[in-house]
């Protein structure tokens, strides 16, 4: 390239590069058409001035100019850093397979940037920019920090920003980008924090942000001010400090919101805090070294599940959501550590089969507790009412422990034939399925009471009265009563009438008596 082929503009930087001083085209002879051919700053990336003295650092600083035709470095060695502020491009930069020190656009004006499988030693910036076609990441390497603060990107019509398999080796900064279209980061990892405070990103039924197998190695920030159309995919990503949506909104009507199947968390997983979601959260088999908050959340799902914590495992979940969730809340098979709950935001339908924890932070009377099982459709399951009872029994409250075992029992009565119910309730009525050991006591005693007191004004004719013995109604009555034992009055009397009708009803109670007392004592000892 010629010296007198330059214009002004292209002479100023081509003059101030071996020294990287900066040039500033806006207060220039021509700042109404600061036109630099992009061929021109590519011959100087590539070495076209070399003219520089010992101890010059040669850089491109470029402020205020309009790149006419493409600029094309894919697949060269850039030994300088590049620095563009304030410029608008004609045509997407092509950064493909190329390699430098360091690129930086500030408040550029772009049709797109394509970088990928590039490489840059330092950082990657490309912030407050518009870009109105793709930024292409995919494979791209950056050993430092990337940097797409305040940038705008719109590509609706499919992948805004994909950076497939992309590697960060500093924070990955998106601190109130705006994309339209999908924002994919398919098995990309970063080494630093991963800040999308204030983002929006729009691909309405679409996948707003695809991190899927995301490698993240310190917080993965969406708070406050996060804002999403379409679905987010963290599904298998791993985490090894926290995710926080705090304050966050995401939207995916009908659909998933955020789909974040077989997460690993190192501390906490925080969806709470004025998240506010309409649409479903799937957090399936994800793993949280610490605690998995909804506190303050507002889920909203009208038709199936809203929340999903099939086989999730926490230290610590709290479900003290901002108001009860109208639709189904799924924890079967989950580890929930230490579960804190609030009565008044009790999901509508709440799945608990095979859900386990440790403690409930908020226990409350055993009858209430029920009410929360209860809130279950469908199917009978015992696993339930079973972890209530061993969380109360790990509290030392056994009383507390029967009364949610009871209930067990009675929902189970609900579902048999009514053949098996009718003695299902003669066991409750009568010892309470063996967990109201007193009850089978008093309705001795009552029983006793009623028939000492009858044979006592009515006694029996002795069936032989040379060898019977003195007639004791007490002791007759308890003869009647209690068939394992006898006194030798029930043999030697026989009443008449009224009485003998009382006495089979007797023989009969004793019975029912003695049965459900061995099945409940058996049913305890058996669960003990």
């Known amino acids: 390239m010629r010296l007198d082929e330059l214009n002004a503009q292209e002479r100023r930087l081509w003059d101030a590069f ?55 470095i894919g697949f060269t060695e850039v030994a300088v850093p590049v620095r563009l502020t304030d410029c608008r491009f004609d045509e997407a930069p092509l950064l493909q397979g190329a390699r430098t020190r360091e690129l930086a656009l500030t408040g550029c004006v772009l049709p797109g940037l394509l970088a990928d499988t590039a490489q840059i030693d330092g950082r990657l910036v490309v912030s407050h920019c518009t870009l109105t076609g793709p930024l292409v990441l995919t494979r791209t390497q ?16 499919g992948e805004a920003i994909p950076a497939v398999h992309a590697h960060v080796g500093g924070d990955a900064l998106c601190a109130d980008l705006a994309v339209e279209g999908t924002f994919r980061l398919s098995g990309a990892s970063i080494e630093g924090e991963f800040d999308l405070e204030g983002a929006t990103l729009r691909a309405p039924g679409g996948h707003a942000l695809d991190a899927y197998h995301i490698r993240v190695a310190e917080d993965f920030t969406c708070h406050p001010g996060f804002s999403a159309e379409g679905r987010i995919i963290l599904s298998g990503a791993t985490v090894a400090a926290a995710i926080g949506f705090c304050r966050a909104r995401l939207s995916n009507p009908g659909d998933i ?33 610490t605690e998995l908050s909804f506190r303050d959340a507002e889920l909203a799902h009208k038709d199936g599940t809203a929340l999903s914590l099939r086989a999730t495992q926490a230290r610590e979940t709290d479900l003290r959501t901002r108001r009860p969730i109208d639709a189904v809340v799924d924890a079967r098979n989950a580890r929930l550590g230490t579960l ?5 935001t009790w999901p509508t339908d709440l799945r608990l089969a095979d859900a386990t924890y440790e403690a409930l932070a908020f226990p409350l009377p055993a009858a209430q507790r029920v009410r929360w099982i209860r809130r279950t459709t ?28 009871l209930a067990k ?29 007193l009850r089978a006591g008093l309705w001795l005693l009552a029983l006793l009471a009623c028939g000492a007191l009858y044979f006592a004004q009515h006694t029996p004719a002795p069936l032989e009265a040379a060898k019977a013995p003195p007639f004791n109604a007490v002791f007759y009555t308890l003869d009647l009563l209690v068939p394992i034992i006898t006194f030798g009055q029930e043999p030697a009397y ?24 061995t099945a409940g004592l058996s049913r305890t000892l058996n669960r003990q």
């Open 494 to 517: 026989a009443p008449r009438g009224p009485g003998q009708w009382l006495s089979y009803a007797l023989i009969t109670a004793g019975w029912i008596l003695a049965t459900t007392v």
């Open 409 to 437: 029992q009675r929902h189970r009565r609900a579902t048999l034939p009514p053949h098996t119910r009718l003695w299902g309730h003669v066991q409750d009525v009568s010892v309470g399925y063996g967990y109201r050991p």
């Open 18 to 72: 071996p020294t990287g001083r900066p040039v500033d085209l806006r207060d220039g002879p021509s700042p109404s058409d600061p036109v630099v051919r992009s061929e021109v700053v590519a011959a100087l990336l590539l070495g076209a001035n070399p003219d520089h003295d010992p101890g010059d650092r040669p850089a491109l600083r470029l402020t205020g100019a309009r790149l006419t035709g493409r600029l094309d």
């Open 142 to 157: 950056v050993n430092g920090a990337l940097d797409l603060r305040g940038t705008v990107v719109r590509h609706p019509a």
């Open 378 to 405: 469908g199917d009978y399951f015992p696993q339930p009412y079973e972890q209530l009872a061993a969380a109360y029994r790990r509290l030392g409250h056994e009383d507390e422990a029967r009364t949610v075992l």
């Open 257 to 289: 919101a955020l789909e974040a199947v077989d997460v690993t968390v190192g501390r906490n997983f925080d969806l709470g805090l004025g998240l506010t979601v309409d649409g479903a959260v799937k957090l399936d088999g994800t793993r949280v070294g």
């Open 340 to 344: 804190y709950d609030a009565r008044e």
